[in-house]
């Protein structure tokens, strides 16, 4: 049960802090932290919080490196659902915590976007279904890539925390403009139930396409990390 409540905080300060700081700090006027500060608050969610509970659950938060890590050898199946149920309400209760915040603000329009993603008329930059889809699996089979790798016992011992929440500033840096970057099913579930409308009806390619990266990248790793005698 702890390490279910150690996904449930983690992923709920993943969206608080990732999806906060796009909602009431990117476009702030004047001092607003824009693409680079979004996508390095993110990248700082999953490194603060690899740091203080890494030991407890394995810091996933997230139901496509569950289900890839789980791909990789390195995860229980008894252990998916339960993991992906706690990452799923961490980040549900985050979106209302940050519903809250964000509609004490005058002329606050949850429907305006609330961080949530999507394609189309919905993609930051207009990208349509197919470049969303392709973003989505690329960009989660490299973060799996770079998550099995640096938790390898071959790797630099104590870093891997730092790798990880640096990939997923890098992720962020490229992929924002596209779909606002997702790589997450949770993340994407705990803004998107508050939206409705149209983040509802787009939701399914936010859960299809990272799972679909996550396994491939785990089926990489397997290959590249295995013992090459």
């Not at 983690?10 to 990117?26: H, N």
């Not at 915040?101 to 609330?114: L, N």
């Not at 640096?166 to 998107?192: D, E, F, K, Q, Y």
Request: aromatic residues 10%; contains cysteine; glycine residues 16%.
């Amino acid at each position: 049960m702890k390490r279910y409540c150690a996904e449930f905080i983690g992923t709920f300060w993943l969206v608080l802090g990732g999806c906060g700081s796009a909602v009431l700090a990117a476009g702030f006027p004047d001092v607003g932290i824009g693409l680079l500060g979004v996508a390095l608050a993110f990248g700082l969610t999953v490194l603060t919080m690899a740091f203080a509970l890494g030991h407890i659950s394995g810091c996933h938060l997230n139901p496509a490196v569950s289900i890839g890590l789980w791909a990789g050898g390195r995860f229980e199946a008894s252990a998916l659902l339960p993991y992906i149920l706690a990452q799923v309400a961490g980040g549900l209760v985050a979106g209302g915590v940050l519903f809250l915040i964000a509609s004490g603000a005058p002329g606050f329009d949850v429907s305006a976007g609330f961080a949530a993603n999507g394609y189309g008329n919905h993609s930051p930059g207009g990208y349509g279904l197919g470049a969303a889809l392709l973003t989505e699996v690329v960009m989660t089979m490299v973060f799996l890539v770079v998550i099995l790798g640096a938790t390898d016992p071959r790797a630099p011992a104590g870093l891997a925390p730092v790798a990880i929440g640096l990939c997923l500033t890098l992720i962020h840096l490229i992929s924002i403009p596209v779909t606002n970057t997702s790589v997450n099913p949770a993340r994407s579930t705990g803004v998107a139930l508050y939206v409705g409308d149209w983040a509802l009806s787009q939701l399914w390619l936010f859960w299809l396409a990272p799972i679909a990266g996550a396994v491939l990248g785990a089926f990489i790793y397997r290959y590249l990390g295995s013992d090459p005698s």
